[in-house]
């Protein structure tokens, strides 16, 4: 059996809450706390874990983002050439952000309306 390092994050009602890398992303289940050892848990235990969070990426809508709008929200900001992106890079950042227009209000419904 393949073991994998995990971290254990808390313990509620004779679980565990763990998490782990899962390629470039992290994951968090429950699983029972005898199937922990040393920091480490079967992968077949992985497999049958009660999964634990909002899977964010079916419910985030950000294809308003695009390198248009990005560009616009730069220039809006002041960064015209590659020595003013040299001189306010942490201000890009922001442009980036500015960009994206995040609905919290309609992030939260969508999530609620598929509990």
Do not use: C, H, S
Request: net charge negative; glycine share 8%.
């Amino acid at each position: 059996m393949k073991k994998v390092a995990v971290k254990i994050v808390g313990r509620v009602e004779g679980a565990a809450l763990i998490q782990w890398p899962d390629g470039e992303d992290y994951k968090r289940a429950f699983v029972p706390p005898e199937t922990l050892q040393e920091g480490q848990v079967d992968e077949t235990v992985l497999e049958a874990a009660i999964p634990y969070g909002v899977p964010w990426e079916d419910f985030l809508d950000i294809k308003a983002l695009t390198p248009k709008r990005i560009a616009r929200e730069m220039r809006r900001i002041g960064i015209w050439t590659i020595d003013d992106l040299r001189a306010k890079g942490p201000i890009a950042k922001q442009a980036v952000w500015g960009a994206i227009q995040f609905d919290l209000g309609a992030l939260i419904r969508a999530v609620e309306e598929e509990a």
